[in-house]
């Protein structure tokens, strides 16, 4: 179908949110988002990592070459550490101001998820489509994390939309240039995959379609060019500044060979991402059935297209090396979007399914999903998390949904469906309520490096989402060691703080000539010592 038709017969119109419904769904994601944001430390390796770049280059004002300890760290692009500077200029140099970035990000991606599901499905379907974005857990909390995926998925999924919307013959000729623009963010946000993953979703469509003059619509000369002006520079700038460093370092290590490989330890199996995908997006997960068995992708380009746009990045970082369950995240939108139809369908009681893929079936995947995630107390339980029962109210809050939804959605879809929007919003408050605690406890070094006071820590075989936390928590004075001569020539000058694991803190009790006393412990028996000369 040429870009300038209408779309195809049997196909909704092209719909418009309404202002105060798309701000009340806008200002719900930000409640959610930000609702208790900064009680969570910065947890794993990356989180304060990554704050930390951007705390240098915010106090140093640089703009081109991100650092850590002073020196080059070429791994990620700089649109992140950009904007967690600004946010530092506002509230200080906070956990919360280094996860606005993402709220912001997280923000755009149900918006733009809304307005396209309005222009392919209708003003109600979109609404829909943006809540389930809104609502999926693993939306949000990629949408409270200081990291790039977000920023990385909600950039791309504003290009794939306004391309698709402009193919399908929806948007006017501004849509192709925008979208490019949004790809020069997406690529300064994570890098080549922000051009790559629509480019190879878009090509893909033309390829099924056979339509191939529509390349021609989408690759715009006014479009490359705003690309270029918007990614260009930066990568000029960095070349110039760092050369074959930053080819060696970002290009080939932190692109190529973490998907060619499991060099940076993030493998997993081929379904990786399956469990992923149904758990990150409870409760609707159960929705997905009716969802795809109604799309028709032989009849409808638009339904080809969002299928498309679903199926290459699930494909693509399931054959990748490296998997986490970030990098599914592009995946969420277009689901949304097949989602947001079957539950506007529902509510209308149009919703009609082939081979008993309806409601039903979909309130019996909800309710075993509701049950599996109900052994999660259980299970920090037998990991020996004191504070599991703090996840009870979680797990029971899901349970009551899932036989709600399943008891309810013959005789009343609408009230199912409202059930789900209150389970699904219910569930993130509760979670943002339970989780504080037991990730400060078992996934952040926060507390050890409170106890250091600001002098500077040596880290010895320490577990590494431990001693990281001391480059935003201890102003970057944490120094990896190699073993105990390096400890005892420090020592030599005085008493040194050292963050070990328990097998490095036995032999530093052990060891002649120092004397080893425990200041406190952490995650996974880490434990932070002081070490002087005897």
């Excluded at 196909?11 to 701000?23: I, K």
């Excluded at 925008?178 to 946000?189: E, G």
């Excluded at 330890?265 to 609707?284: C, E, S």
């Amino acid at each position: 179908m040429p870009p300038n038709e209408p779309p195809e017969a049997g196909y909704p119109a092209p719909g418009t949110l309404r202002p105060a419904a798309t701000a009340l769904l806008l200002a719900l994601t930000a409640a959610l988002l930000l609702f208790r944001l900064g009680r969570v430390p910065l947890i794993g390796p990356d989180e304060p990592r990554y704050a930390r770049v951007a705390v240098e280059m915010h106090r140093s004002g640089a703009r081109v070459t991100p650092t850590l300890q002073g020196r080059p760290w070429l791994e990620k692009p700089p649109l992140y550490y950009w904007l967690a500077g600004a946010a530092f200029s506002l509230l200080g140099e906070t956990e919360t101001a280094a996860r606005l970035p993402s709220v912001a990000a997280a923000l755009l991606l149900v918006g733009a998820t809304a307005l396209c599901g309005a222009r392919l499905h209708g003003g109600g379907a979109g609404l829909h489509a943006g809540f389930v974005a809104a609502t999926a857990p693993l939306a949000f909390i990629y949408g409270r994390a200081a990291a790039m995926d977000m920023l990385l998925a909600a950039t791309v999924t504003a290009a794939v939309g306004l391309i698709a919307l402009r193919l399908l013959g929806i948007a006017g000729r501004l849509a192709v240039p925008a979208a490019w623009l949004f790809m020069a963010l997406a690529t300064l946000a994570k890098g080549p995959l922000g051009f790559i993953l629509p480019g190879l979703i878009v090509a893909g469509y033309i390829a099924a379609t056979r339509e191939w003059r529509q390349a021609r619509t989408v690759l715009s000369p006014a479009g490359i060019g705003l690309f270029l002006l918007g990614a260009g520079p930066w990568h000029a700038l960095i070349w110039h500044d760092q050369g074959r460093a930053f080819v060696d370092v970002f290009l080939l290590n932190h692109n190529l060979q973490r998907f060619t490989s499991t060099i940076h330890r993030h493998g997993g199996p081929i379904l990786y991402y399956v469990p992923v995908l149904l758990l990150g997006l409870f409760p609707w997960s159960g929705l997905l059935l009716p969802a795809f068995a109604k799309a028709r992708p032989r009849r409808s380009r638009a339904d080809l297209f969002v299928l498309l746009w679903a199926a290459v990045p699930f494909v693509l970082f399931s054959i990748a090396g490296s998997k986490l369950p970030g990098y599914v995240l592009p995946c969420l939108p277009p689901l949304a979007l097949l989602v947001g139809r079957a539950a506007h369908e529902m509510v209308r009681r149009e919703l009609r399914s082939p081979f008993g893929a309806g409601p039903r079936a979909a309130a019996v995947v909800t309710l075993l999903l509701a049950c599996v995630l109900a052994g999660a107390p259980l299970v920090l339980r037998r990991l020996g998390e004191p504070d599991w029962r703090l996840l009870v109210p979680v797990s029971l809050w899901g349970l009551l949904v899932g036989v709600g939804f399943r008891l309810r959605v013959e005789r009343d879809p609408a009230g199912a469906l409202g059930l789900l929007r209150v389970g699904a919003a219910g569930t993130l408050v509760l979670l943002t309520l339970a989780a504080p605690p037991i990730l400060a406890r078992r996934e952040s070094g926060r507390s050890l490096f409170a106890r250091a006071a600001g002098r500077e820590v040596l880290a010895w075989g320490a577990w590494r989402t431990a001693w990281m936390a001391g480059y935003f928590y201890n102003d970057g004075k944490v120094r990896e060691v190699a073993g105990e001569e390096e400890i005892a020539a420090a020592a030599a000058a005085g008493p040194v703080l050292v963050l070990c694991g328990p097998g490095e803190r036995r032999r530093l009790e052990a060891a002649p000539g120092l004397s080893a006393a425990l200041v406190a412990e952490g995650p996974r028996s880490s434990a932070l010592l002081r070490v002087r000369r005897r």
